[in-house]
């Protein structure tokens, strides 16, 4: 029983991990109507900008994670100004090859850069920080990440929901052109976004490196698809459904880890997707909107 | 005398076809007479390959307008099933001839039918829901088949999942074949795919997906494609017309992976990965998205190239500039500030042409 609970524990932290990944996702998702591809790699630079902050230049941790955070917010916001504003009014499509071409440019940058081959990536959580609780032991990445997940996802509701800025991103979400109207700036609101959700995947890349100490410029993929995933299974474009899902997602690829097959858990978690799309294609807490002619 | 005439989109076909025949006869009369080198001739049968995925997939990207990420994924279905039945049967259908295009035909069904699968849950859907589960499909059916295993020794057939099971299972050493071997894949295909026959293919595929897309569906398709409940509204049974065309996709796709899959001695699933499927996507795009003629001659130059420039050591480079060769595609076809400027352009010059002729 108390490994089902070490493998459970292990589990949230890792969709802690998802939530605040999949919470870019779904924040852009809301207010740009994109699914900005390039997410998991803006995780990845974060991570090398992390990895060359502690193992190249020495630097202590509270210098290194503010830069990482700080370098995501930059490469998310230019890669929006670039890439994603020249084309608001294009067909879904030409956007969405845009943000795949742009997630390629950045794990190709990144191979050549640091080339293919995974670093160990020094964790940043000291030692010490382990909690045992009868016999389970969690690991001091598995408490940081929890509590940092659940304090930034406290943070951002109470942002969204209680600033000017918040709600303005609240109300170009809901209709951009309305919103315009209303005095909003919506270039503005819309770069806010993607700083948000740059910033928390600053935060995950550190968090992910941490407990998964390593790093390849493909780190970023697959984190980011499941995220995705995550963000559909809750609902995409909501914010509480984002950290559900990221919870969940996490608890389910953990689980299904330790007790089915350690090769197929990926398949399982993206089975979950194919079936929630099945059964409830808007997700737990999504909305239907019908479209208007 | 009445003047023979085609219409425009007919005179379009056989100009594609044509180029087709040409293409085949030049390059076969070049490696039968002349003295092409090895490492053209290794480049001819993947050249096909991508070709067929990549007008397939212009298929699913071009006329319907839904980005697919799973090409990937259908190549390998097509390519492990086209395999194991290549390899199963070798001695029951000794002739190559009878047993490739039955390969063939079984690798393409049944990625055709997981083509079918995945459809349902997204084609109803709209948005980018596509793209994602395609990824996520591909990238199960890539650990999915990096985990199967399958033998068999005088009791019978043996199929499993993980190689737990494979372990606990005894087997009678006189009798047992190992055909599909996790992540060691299949060896010993038999190496069926000809440069003629590659091409025999792909007139086929592009005769097929020519015709459909003249055809009452394949119009269909288009209008869906260009405004989903105006189609709607005319009687489009949109969902339909998608997933025909996705099933055509995937069954040529799956076909692309059967070839593929003859031409090597070892077939591994790691190989259909993700980047697979981008670098067919980079195809289609800067094909232009539309027409079948222009993806194959973009398949063709940014598939040779690159190889034949390997000696200038600009491999390291070619993702990187595919990448901001796609980037760059979106934003001069797309953006507005792009769009002015190219309309102003064209209205200068069409002002000084009118200028010059009143003159």
Redesign the interface.
Known sequence: MSSFFSYLIAGISLGGIYALIALGYTMVYGIAK??NFAHGDVIMIGGYVAFTAISTMQQPVWIAVPCAIIACILLGVVIEKV?YK?????????????A???S??L???A??IFGSQARNFTSVVPDDFSVSLGSINISGETVVTILASVAIMVALTLFVNHTKSGKAMQAVSEDRGAAQLMGINVNRTISLTFAIGSALAGVASVLLCSTYPQISPYTG?MPG?KA??AA?FGGIGSIPGAMIGGVVLGVIENLSKAYI?S??S??IV??V??IV??VK?TGLLGKKIN?K? | MKKFTLSKPAKDRYITYGMLAVIALVVQLYITYGDASRSFKGLLVPTCVYILAAIALNLV?GIS???S?GQAGFMCIGAYVGSTFSVMTEELIASSALRFPLALLLGGMVAAVFGFL?G???L??R???L???T???G??IK??F??IYLSTDKNGLFFS??VESKANHEFDAATQVDYIKGAMGISGTPRDSTFLICMVVIFIAMFVMLNFIDSKQGRAVMASRDNR?AAEAMGVNVTRAKMTAFVMSAFFAGVAGVLYSHNLNTLQASTFN?NLS?QI?VFV?LGGMTKMRSVMIATIILYVLPEALRGFNLS??R??I???A??AM??I??????KRVREFLRAKFARNKNVGGEV
């Open positions: 994109m699914l890439a020249p084309l608001r009014s294009a067909t879904p499509l030409a956007v969405l090859i845009t795949i071409g742009v390629y440019l794990q190709n940058v191979l050549l993929a698809i995705f995933t559909v097959s090769e197929l990926d398949a993206f089975a997707l194919i799309l099945l294609p479209e002619v | 990207v307008g839904e980005l990420l995945i349902i849950p997204v109803r859907l948005g980018d829901y793209a994602i589960v990824l996520a499909f990238e199960i650990s999915v990096n985990n999942i993980g409940i993700y981008i996507l795009v390291n480079y993702m990187l595919y990448a901001i796609l980037i979106m934003l076809n797309n953006s507005a500030a792009i």
